[in-house]
């Protein structure tokens, strides 16, 4: 942590990029979620397929969400934009 003070229009881009970070993963986990639930939803499969679709889907759309906010973060942070 240096002792560098940052000005207002450098806090609030770090607000909008982690604003922008937070929706993007967000939509990106939901469309992922969607992709994979989407078969149980529309067709009749069986119970154990219904759940194993649902968990894939849950895990898969949470990782991806962090994995956005991540990258977004990161390459702001960079140097070199």
């Known amino acids: 942590m240096g002792s560098k003070r940052r000005s207002q229009a450098e806090r609030d881009a770090i607000t909008v990029e982690i604003g922008y970070a937070l929706v993007s ?3 990106l986990g939901g469309v992922a979620f969607g992709t ?3 078969p149980a ?7 154990a397929v219904e759940q194993f679709l649902l968990s894939t889907g849950t895990v898969l759309g949470g990782v991806l969400a962090v994995l956005r906010v991540i990258h977004v973060l990161w390459r702001f942070g960079s140097p070199h934009r």
């Open 36 to 38: 994979i639930v989407g």
């Open 25 to 27: 993963a967000c939509f």
């Open 41 to 47: 939803v529309v067709w009749h499969l069986p119970p």
